[in-house]
């Protein structure tokens, strides 16, 4: 059980470029989301899923898109990377099946535009 | 909406004093409350919640926190604070009216426990 993994773990991109960060996880829950983390502002909700195929916004949505093919991956698009975009990104999930389950955060994805 | 507060960004402790990190929160129906600590480089792990019941919630590591329902706070605390403690923690909060699992985190507060 590997629980909810992140890949990659360091990246660089140059502004304008895209990329996609890869989330997984094998746990079986139907939720997942995405948190961005920048120094003295905490972690803050960039995209949220509750299934396959249902996704909504989170705080802080502008500059990602988020698709949910199927129960396992949530996958985070950066369309056109802005120094803005320069962040530690979390995936986490959680069974819905229990409205007071805690998340379960993967490593993160250290993220630097230039 | 909901929301939390740690008023603290650093707590310094001496190893094998007592710690309390402080977290105060706002929601519009009952709160459910969590804390979790990030170690460097690292995701986040939880640590404790809090649903409904006694107020004194005991988690991982020695950790325990305490519900104040009147004060709005929810504090983490331990009776004897180790070097390996020191870590980033962050209080959270989802609010018992939101239908998802939509949380809400604090700014963080850095703990450093000195030998």
């Known amino acids: 059980n590997a629980g909810v993994t992140q890949t990659p773990k360091f990246q660089v991109l140059k502004t304008g470029q895209s990329m996609t960060l890869q989330c997984a996880q094998d746990?079986?829950?139907?939720?997942m989301s995405w948190y961005r983390q920048d120094p003295g502002m905490g972690l803050r909700l960039i995209h949220y899923s509750v299934g396959a195929g249902i996704t909504d916004q989170g705080e802080v949505p502008n500059g990602y898109n988020v698709s949910r093919s199927t129960t396992e991956d949530f996958p985070l698009r950066l369309l056109s990377a802005a120094p803005s975009q320069t962040s530690v990104y979390f995936c986490a999930s959680s069974p819905l099946t229990s409205r007071f389950s805690e998340q379960y955060f993967g490593p993160g994805t250290r993220l630097t535009v230039t | 909406a909901q929301s939390v507060a740690q008023p603290e960004d650093q707590v310094n402790v001496a190893e094998g004093n007592p710690l309390t990190v402080k977290c105060t929160y706002s929601?519009?129906?009952?709160?459910?409350l969590f804390w979790y600590v990030q170690y460097p480089n690292r995701g986040l792990q939880f640590l404790l919640k809090y649903i409904t019941g006694d107020n004194l919630v005991k988690g991982s590591y020695g950790f325990e926190a305490e519900f104040n329902k009147s004060q709005t706070s929810f504090h983490l605390k331990k009776p004897s604070a180790l070097v390996s403690d020191s870590a980033l923690y962050f209080c959270?909060?989802?609010?018992?009216?939101?239908?998802?699992?939509?949380?809400?985190f604090g700014t963080g507060t850095r703990l450093l426990v000195s030998p």
């Open positions: 929601v519009s129906g009952n709160p459910y």
């Open positions: 746990m079986n829950h139907e939720y």
């Open positions: 959270a909060v989802r609010d018992s009216g939101t239908g998802f699992q939509k949380l809400v």
